[in-house]
């Protein structure tokens, strides 16, 4: 009789274990101060004051406190993941679930920073005294579209980057890599679960500006090839479908190029730190490995090869420039590297200054919609 | 705060049940009214002064209209002490539509009058209107009301009357519960186990029709009204039928939870939605959907103007009255007001002959009439701006063309599972399959996976997402 009773109100036993666990948990579980898949600081507990209190501070962001620190918060995003997923709605937080484990961020959405963008780096050249070679690369979506869900929202990458074509085209080297990219895309030139390139992808890319900057690429077979497993990129932490298998992240290097021949300058600011080598391999103990090649987003790089023909280059580069620039260093003896989002003076002047051969600037599509940086370009 | 938080959820609620519950009963009704006035000033920490206002005025009103009444000799009601109450209850009754006035209609007003006579140049007041005001000021008006017509007894115990008011469950939106359906429970009550399992139901009901269904059509809604002409007359009509969904989802989801909430402290509610999208006429979609507004206007102002004892051209013109305040009570605009007298003229229509034509055609018909009504009424109660409202409704007529062209088409296919969804969860289909089913076990199991399925996903949704606007806070 008495256990009968109790299954007729299971429901009030669940409902009560729940809302009782989660709100003890909530109080006395130790909180994280960083979210790793988010990559940001996780809120703090709001001030607490009569003004706060009144002015409703203290309430509004209590609210996001408790959602940064619920209890198996990362549990309950999946499953809200999972079940858009099942019921329908795949691309509903901007990732969407391809085929072979393939995820893909939302397409690029035409803004009216892309072609005023274009507009600086038109002045930029126009102005410049030595050559300025310059490539788009287009988004892992739009080069593996067979790989794409059924229902997806529409990638316009091409569109883009001829619209980007017609206003530089005069004044600047253009180098169109999206019907190599297409053709070759089994070979895996994007991450499954990252936005990036692979090192793959950016090797083609080396090939194809070979023909216009007219440097005679290092051919594959000369690399070795070094693979390191379990890469979680930006694309699954964002997508939260936790089920998705890793990314493998190959190293490439140079077997006939000496050791010691390389030396990486990193500045940042007032700090500043050095390096043999393309790679820095304590990144790699982080879930996201992408910073393993050149450490990730600095303001200032100089990359020097004295095993490399004379030359000296100006990269202007997003991320996406990381992984191409250990292959470009094949060529250039010194490659410096900037990235506008950091450096903040002028290009012409940095250079005049290092009396650079000529400029590459290389950009994702993605960054070159919603970068608002590039008129630092001058 | 609204239910459909986690602040509310996981700290509020559970922090609410155990204080309730530990409570001797005799204080149970204090315990409520304090975490009421919490649960209230979470959001409006300065707008809960009104509250309280409001709660003395009616409070004392109705004392002085009982202690002005009984002065008669041997408590027998002469003329003369008919007139004191009387006049106690229209200050009363000035005061209490005064605040509401003021508060949410202010603006309004003044904005009129500078239209109709610009040379007034009324400086217009920038108030912020005090969530649940609407709701608040008509429960306690039925309390006064009630009281002077002498059909319920004066409350003397200002907790019990302030739980009442402030009763957190239904405060913000509803179901206007008057005082008379109340006032024996708010004295009297017995919690138990039973009432207490069928509002954990009800309430994980309301909560997945709120998050699950309701946020995300009003996120499909938003999209393609955002897509602007690309959505051409199919996706404008996808689009404002999200809406009718999202409108129903979210208002009777917050209706249910209200509800099932009140059960859990011991309280039983009447049902505020009765499946208004399955309605065969507009007079009936009018007895299916906020039915508790819809009872206090016939009980307060409908009934008390005549009703339908006095002929058909009085009737009409009872009618104008109340669907104009219906619309009114919806919110301060022009558009509001438009679409209670659209309804109100479509009442109108049913009652002189439609409503005969309706009975004898096919249900199909008589549905698409409805539906195809109620819909458009949504236009009219969506857009705020008639432009906007102009532009939509050409679009809906194809002023863009038919199909959806880019990004719409994406989002509607991908939202048609849901759609369907909230289509078949409208009708009575799977509450007349449950009641069909006689095995216990089948029952149990239903229940409790339901209960899982609610909790989790719903709690997975709230953290995943900041997109928690509740429409009905607006009112």
């Known amino acids: 009789m008495k256990r009968k009773k109790f299954f007729l109100y299971l429901p009030t036993w669940i409902f009560c274990a729940f809302i009782f666990t989660f709100m003890i948990r909530l109080i006395v579980l130790p909180k994280e101060s960083f979210s790793e898949k988010e990559k940001r600081s996780l809120a703090e507990f709001p001030e607490l004051n009569t003004e706060t209190l009144l002015n409703g501070n203290f309430q509004n962001n209590l609210d996001t406190y408790l959602s940064d620190h619920f209890p198996a918060r990362e549990f309950f995003v999946g499953l809200n993941a999972d079940y858009n997923l099942l019921s329908g709605r795949n691309g509903e937080n901007g990732i969407f679930l391809g085929s072979d484990g393939y995820l893909f961020p939302s397409p690029t959405q035409q803004t009216e920073d892309f072609l005023k963008n274009a507009g600086f780096i038109k002045e930029y050249a126009d102005e410049s005294d030595i050559p300025v070679y310059m490539t788009l690369i287009p988004s892992s979506g739009f080069i593996n579209n067979d790989k794409l869900p059924v229902l997806h929202k529409e990638y316009h990458d091409q569109d883009m980057i001829n619209e980007f074509k017609n206003v530089v085209a005069d004044s600047v080297i253009f180098t169109d890599v999206t019907e190599t990219f297409r053709q070759k895309s089994a070979d895996q030139l994007y991450y499954k679960t990252d936005h990036h390139w692979t090192s793959k992808g950016a090797y083609e890319c080396y090939r194809l500006l070979s023909e216009t900057m007219g440097y005679s690429p290092v051919t594959e077979s000369s690399f070795d090839k070094v693979t390191v497993k379990d890469f979680y990129g930006t694309s699954y932490s964002k997508g939260a479908l936790w089920f998705v298998t890793p990314d493998e992240i190959e190293l490439w290097s140079n077997r006939e190029q000496p050791q010691d021949s390389v030396t990486v300058e990193i500045k940042d600011g007032s700090d500043a730190k050095q390096n043999n080598s393309y790679f820095f391999r304590d990144q790699l103990e982080n879930m996201d490995k992408y910073p393993v090649f050149l450490d990730g987003n600095h303001s200032f790089v100089r990359v020097t090869n004295t095993n490399a023909p004379e030359g000296k280059l100006i990269v202007v580069k997003d991320s996406y420039g990381h992984c191409i620039v250990p292959f470009l260093s094949q060529n250039y003896r010194e490659i410096v590297m900037v990235d506008l989002r950091y450096y903040k003076k002028p290009v012409s002047q940095l250079a005049e200054e290092e009396a650079a051969d000529a400029v590459l600037i290389l950009y994702s599509i993605d960054n070159m919609a919603t970068d608002p940086n590039l008129s630092f370009l001058e | ?475």
């Open chain 2, 1 to 475: 705060m609204v239910f459909s938080s986690l602040i509310f959820l996981f700290m509020f609620l559970p922090v609410t049940l155990a204080l309730y519950y530990i409570t001797p009963r005799k204080f149970r009704n204090l315990t409520l009214f304090i975490v009421d006035l919490i649960f209230y000033s979470w959001g409006e920490p300065m707008l809960v002064l009104l509250m309280l206002v409001s709660v003395l005025l009616n409070y004392f009103a109705a004392i002085l209209i009982g202690v002005t009444r009984k002065q008669g000799k041997h408590g027998v009601e002469t003329k003369k002490n008919r007139i004191i109450p009387k006049i106690i209850f229209i200050v009363a009754i000035i005061l209490n539509l005064g605040l509401l006035g003021f508060f949410k209609y202010a603006g309004f007003i003044g904005e009129t009058l500078n239209f109709v006579m610009p040379f007034l140049n009324i400086p217009i007041l920038q108030v912020s209107l005090p969530i649940g005001i609407s709701f608040y000021t008509f429960q306690t008006m039925s309390y006064t009301i009630d009281v002077y017509r002498n059909t319920v007894k004066v409350q003397k115990n200002i907790i019990t009357f302030g739980t009442y008011v402030s009763l957190f469950p239904q405060l913000i939106a509803g179901p206007i519960v008057r005082y008379s359906d109340v006032a024996e429970q708010l004295m009297n009550r017995r919690e138990n186990l039973q009432q207490f399992t069928d509002g954990v139901k009800l309430f994980l009901i309301g909560l997945a029709k709120k998050v699950l269904v309701a946020n995300e059509m009003g996120n499909l809604w938003d999209s393609i009204r955002e897509s602007g002409a690309s959505s051409g007359a199919l996706g404008a009509w996808v689009g404002i039928i999200a809406y009718t969904f999202q409108i129903y989802f979210d208002f009777s989801g917050y209706s249910d939870m209200a509800i099932g909430l009140g059960k859990m402290f011991g309280f039983d509610f009447m049902k505020n939605f009765d499946y208004p999208y399955i309605s065969k006429s507009i007079t009936e979609f009018w007895r299916r959907w906020h039915i508790s507004l819809g009872t206090w206007f016939r009980e307060y102002v409908y009934i008390p103007l005549g009703g339908n004892r006095k002929g058909l051209g009085r009737q009409i013109i009872n009618m104008s009255v109340v669907w104009f305040l219906t619309g009114l009570w919806h919110g301060a605009s022009w558009t509001f007001i438009l679409w209670g007298v659209y309804f109100g003229f479509l009442l109108a229509l049913e009652k002189t002959f439609l409503l005969k034509l309706l009975k004898k055609a096919p249900a199909f018909i008589t549905h698409l009439y409805s539906l195809i009504l109620i819909v458009f009424g949504w236009v009219l109660f969506y857009f705020e701006d008639m432009g906007e409202m102009g532009v939509f409704l050409s679009r809906m007529f194809g002023s863009d063309g038919f199909m959806m062209t880019g990004d719409v088409t994406y989002k509607v296919l991908s939202y048609v599972p849901i759609l369907v969804m909230a289509a078949l969860v409208s009708t009575p289909l799977f509450a007349t399959i449950y009641h069909k089913i006689k095995s216990k076990p089948v029952l149990l199991v239903i229940d409790n996976v339901g209960c899982v399925l609610s909790l989790g996903l719903c709690t997975a949704s709230l953290i995943s997402s900041s997109y928690n606007p509740f429409l009905y806070f607006k009112f």
